[in-house]
């Protein structure tokens, strides 16, 4: 059953079966699609041949990235389609980790009618592409110049603050490797930041907005944040909430129930959160907290600190943001040197969260109607076969009849 279902999910989502194999997406057994992840850009090659059915695709219809990226203009690849960018280009997404810098983006193959035909003969696929490059050692095999370096550089780079969102896993303790959901499934968030050597800081999520693109001022769009730290998508019929205690003042867990936008036919969802921090030691307030709702006692209740700081969630009044405020380091010890300034805040972006529900319940419903009509047709074949026989039947008593009183 479980390996029907799957399989049933990757046609339904993919359109084509080489693609349910997440071992070729970056270099299938027939070499449709090669990804090379270069020191400063991505190339991927793309086969004309993309569905193996030798049904050519126009290199017009393929794009890369949010940006929809182009191809590369040439005359001496007659089967393949080739893109050469910037591993910053073509709007890709920059995830950091502990142990890696995650680049992502996407191919898509949106295919459009010849000329006057109104017919399409491939189909639309948009596969996922991504870029690990650890974090660790040199990435270069040539020397380090220069051999030193001023102090000035390293009081920077000791203060650098690295902000990440990711999904995790149902008990937080790995990174969610699958982004697909359906409806009824709850999403388990973990926001980040990365300090160094810079005092204990403690992370806050200020805002929150879910949109159908990586934009987040992006149509239609949810507010799952706001107001500097409430969890406001509690307050409808989910049961959304931050989670206490804490891991450690750098993490702040939160859970989200998974939802789709109505009237919009796009089966993916991006999740922009706008992260800040403050000392370890600064009390909780209105600007800098997290709050999430309870339905059964219908209040707010703060993941640390009094529980005041959350009543400015019911009216909104929270405060005014600061969006240019500045972090001023804790002074050290006696006779050394005081921090200088990090930036305090980052917006960072989730997804694509990849829903199967709307074309999973509509593959079911029709299903359910092509399962009722055969059984419906079946019935009546059945009653119009019985009506029939009992015709026959009677015609053949009334006859024999007639012939015993002519006898």
């Given at each position: 059953m479980a390996l029907s279902y799957g399989l049933f999910t990757c046609l339904l989502f993919w359109g084509c079966p080489w693609l349910c194999h997440p071992e070729n997406l970056m270099h299938d057994e027939a070499h449709h699609i090669v990804v090379e992840c270069q020191e400063a850009q991505l190339v991927v090659t793309v086969s004309k041949d993309l569905f193996g059915t030798g049904k050519l695709i126009r290199p017009a219809d393929l794009t890369l990235g949010p940006d929809d990226c182009k191809p590369l203009d040439s005359t001496d690849t007659k089967d393949v389609v080739r893109f050469e960018v910037g591993l910053h280009e073509c709007g890709n997404s920059l995830q950091v980790t502990k142990d890696a810098l995650v680049y992502s983006t996407f191919l898509l193959h949106n295919p459009h009618p010849v000329g006057n035909l109104s017919i399409l003969r491939t189909n639309y696929v948009k596969v996922p592409i991504e870029c690990r490059f650890p974090r660790q050692g040199n990435v270069s095999s040539q020397a380090i110049l220069p051999t030193w370096v001023p102090f000035r550089t390293t009081?920077?780079?000791?203060?650098?603050?690295?902000?990440?969102?990711?999904?995790?896993?149902?008990?937080?303790?790995?990174?969610?490797?699958?982004?697909?959901?359906?409806?009824?499934?709850?999403?388990?968030?973990?926001?980040?930041?990365?300090?160094?050597?810079?005092?204990?800081?403690?992370?806050?999520?200020?805002?929150?907005?879910?949109?159908?693109?990586?934009?987040?001022?992006?149509?239609?769009?949810?507010?799952?944040?706001?107001?500097?730290g409430c969890l406001v998508d509690g307050l409808s019929d989910a049961s959304s909430a931050f989670k206490a205690p804490r891991p450690g003042p750098e993490t702040l867990q939160f859970t989200v129930d998974v939802f789709h936008f109505a009237n919009d036919s796009r089966n993916m969802m991006y999740i922009t959160c706008h992260l800040k921090v403050t000392s370890a030691d600064q009390v909780p307030d209105q600007l800098n907290k997290a709050c999430s709702f309870s339905k059964s006692s219908k209040s707010w209740s703060p993941v640390e600190g009094n529980a005041d700081i959350c009543q400015c969630c019911n009216s909104g009044s929270c405060g005014t943001p600061g969006r240019t405020r500045r972090l001023v380091g804790q002074k050290q010890k006696s006779g050394s040197r005081s921090r200088r300034h990090v930036t305090e805040e980052a917006d960072v972006t989730v997804g694509p969260l990849i829903f199967l529900d709307k074309a999973g319940d509509h593959g079911v419903e029709e299903s359910t109607s092509s399962l009722t009509s055969v059984m419906l047709g079946l019935g009546l074949a059945m009653a119009v076969s019985l009506t029939l026989a009992t015709i026959v039947l009677g015609l053949a008593r009334w006859r024999q009849a007639a012939f015993h009183r002519v006898m």
């Open positions: 009081m920077f780079l000791e203060e650098k603050l690295i902000f990440s969102l990711h999904l995790m896993e149902e008990n937080w303790s790995s990174r969610k490797t699958s982004f697909t959901f359906q409806l009824g499934d709850i999403a388990y968030l973990q926001a980040e930041v990365h300090t160094g050597s810079h005092v204990p800081l403690r992370l806050f999520v200020d805002h929150c907005v879910a949109t159908p693109t990586p934009n987040r001022n992006a149509s239609p769009y949810h507010t799952i944040v706001d107001f500097h």
